[in-house]
């Protein structure tokens, strides 16, 4: 099939706002392609997991360029999270080199998810205090991964098979543990 082109491009109304609202990470499980269900670019079903909401003092940008290689063209996708974790400071590096999925929501309210197939992983974890003292003072977690295709819609996050949990602690061996008490833990 050649592709032509038969039309130009207009103007369009700005009616879509940048940023990121929500972000909900959780382990990447290698679940057989039979397993996840997709209509066109939007994921229709998914395993029922449970998905983590990490709360940010930023608003990430979420990155996904197509590019090329020898192997072929590929969406690179990348987002980073800032997270204000008190006395965590040992136990953040337990985010590194490990694979996930990540879900957010933009804010035009479409939920899109990174790391469907091949998963994301966190390569970088850098603690900033900056320079005064309203300046931010915590983590900054880089999350990158590669897909053939590019990142689904999700059209309800329930429907799909997800369950929202907002209280956790992530182990040393990097598994996400629900506490009672509300707290955002990261511990041995």
């Known amino acids: 099939m050649v592709f032509t082109i038969d039309s130009g491009y207009t103007r369009k109304c700005k009616d879509s706002q940048g940023g990121v609202s929500e972000v909900y990470l959780f382990p990447y499980v290698d679940y057989p392609n039979s397993q996840i269900v997709t209509s066109g670019n939007i994921l229709t079903t998914f395993p029922n997991t449970t998905i983590y909401k990490f709360y940010t003092n930023n608003i990430p940008n979420a990155n996904e360029p197509q590019e090329q290689d020898a192997g072929g063209k590929f969406y690179n ?74 990142s689904f819609f999700i059209t309800n996050l329930s429907d799909a098979g997800f369950i929202i949990e907002d209280f956790f602690r992530i182990t040393e061996i990097g598994e996400f543990r629900i506490t009672q008490s509300g707290e955002f833990r990261i511990t041995q």
């Open 77 to 150: 996708q990348s987002i980073s999270l800032d997270l204000q974790y008190k006395d965590d400071h040992q136990n953040i590096v337990k985010f590194l080199k490990k694979d996930y999925r990540l879900i957010f929501k933009d804010n035009n309210g479409l939920y899109r998810i990174f790391g469907l197939y091949n998963s994301v992983f966190c390569d970088s974890v850098e603690y900033t205090t900056g320079n005064g003292k309203s300046d931010f003072n915590g983590f900054k977690l880089s999350f990158n991964g590669k897909e053939e295709k590019q």
